[in-house]
């Protein structure tokens, strides 16, 4: 077997959506399913599909055009770049967008391809990453794009919890529903899908107080079963669906302390070191070229992580209750932004289980 290894366990990811789903759907709100933490594979894609998603969303157009045979609407999270325009009014069904500049050549291009290009506009309710801050800004926006030819406006969205750290509650979330009903009547027209945000507005729905919006877009709380505004486990839910494994290629006994004068490390940090004695030091191929070390816990609670370098992990067995010996694996689970590194790592075998 090859190693390092991501095992991603599809009957977990499958479970946690359709926990989730059947937990929003009774409040009238649809899943967009987020991918871009594996990357659009399709065949995890699926397994949201199987779960019963709605739409499948992804910040990276390459990774939309990974999924194009999953025959089920597509979003693209990430404010489109122009250079870009074609891609997406390809690919992508609806995307979301806060600049007229973009949305003007999203026409033009959808109009080549003699099609009609949705669009969710994005508000920004204060944690200040993408969006129309001021009102007055968004409606002057609308006002032009209802002469567009190549574009329908389906909607308005906001992201929260990403930038800025605000956590979505009913009062900021209620802005949004204000000015959909606001915008609806002036310029007359039907915004279908009110998108209020993501893993982090899952307690809202887990409290029934999310009036008014109808779509989440969930990465996070899909793959981890895990609401990010507090960190909590979701009921029925699971948070091993992704593990790692990495291959031990030394094991000896040697001080806590390097030995000699320190200066800065490979990344230009000087360390710092607690004397615990002589310890029981395993190094592991695996590093910080393909992951996140904050973001890594082994399954073994005997064992720490003491850091280590691009190619090389770092672990402390000494209080394990196991003699580990060159050529064991170790197990982790992963964070999100651990899973998203890792998946991206080339040098890292996925394993799908089905
Ligand atoms: C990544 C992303 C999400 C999903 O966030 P999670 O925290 O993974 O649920 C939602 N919306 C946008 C715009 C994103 O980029």
């Given at each position: 077997m090859k190693y390092p290894r991501m095992t991603i366990d599809l009957s977990i990811i499958r479970n946690n959506v359709k926990t989730i789903v059947e937990l929003c759907n009774k409040q009238d709100i649809k899943i967009a399913g987020v991918t871009k933490v594996f990357c659009g594979n399709p065949e995890i894609a699926k397994a949201y599909i199987d779960g019963g998603v709605s739409y499948l969303a992804d910040s990276r157009i390459e990774n939309l055009i990974r999924m194009k045979d999953l025959d089920i609407p597509k979003i693209m999270?990430?404010?489109?770049m122009k250079s870009e325009a074609e891609y997406i009014v390809e690919y992508v069904d609806i995307s979301l967008n806060s600049e007229l500049e973009t949305i003007k050549l999203l026409s033009e291009k959808a109009m080549e391809k003699n099609k009609i290009h949705k669009i969710i506009l994005m508000v920004d309710?204060?944690?200040?990453?993408?969006?129309?801050?001021?009102e007055d800004s968004l409606l002057d926006c609308i006002e032009n794009i209802i002469s567009l030819k190549g574009i329908e406006i389906i909607g308005l969205g906001t992201n929260l919890t990403c930038y800025g750290g605000v956590i979505p509650t009913e009062e900021v979330l209620n802005r949004l529903v204000k000015l959909e009903r606001q915008i609806e009547e002036k310029y007359n027209i039907e915004l279908e899908i009110l998108s209020g945000g993501n893993s982090s507005t899952v307690h809202l729905v887990e409290n029934c107080k999310i009036n008014g919006l109808n779509n989440l877009r969930l990465g996070e709380s899909l793959i981890l079963g895990i609401e990010t505004a507090y960190g909590e486990q979701i009921k029925d839910t699971d948070d091993g669906g992704f593990r790692l494994q990495a291959e031990i290629i030394e094991v000896k006994e040697k001080p806590s302390v390097p030995i000699g004068e320190i200066g800065k490390d490979a990344f230009g940090n000087v360390p710092t070191f607690i004397d615990r004695g002589i310890r029981k030091r395993i190094l592991c191929a695996i590093g910080k070229q393909d992951i996140d070390f904050d973001g890594l816990y082994p399954l073994d609670s005997g064992i720490t992580i003491l850091g280590g370098s691009s190619d090389h992990l770092i672990l402390d067995s000494s209080d394990s209750e196991i003699n580990y010996k060159v050529g064991d694996i170790i197990e982790f689970k992963l964070s999100y932004v651990g899973i998203l590194r890792a998946m991206t790592s080339e040098y890292i075998e996925k394993e799908i289980i089905k």
């Open positions: 999270l990430r404010l489109p309710l204060g944690d200040l990453r993408e969006g129309f801050y001021e």
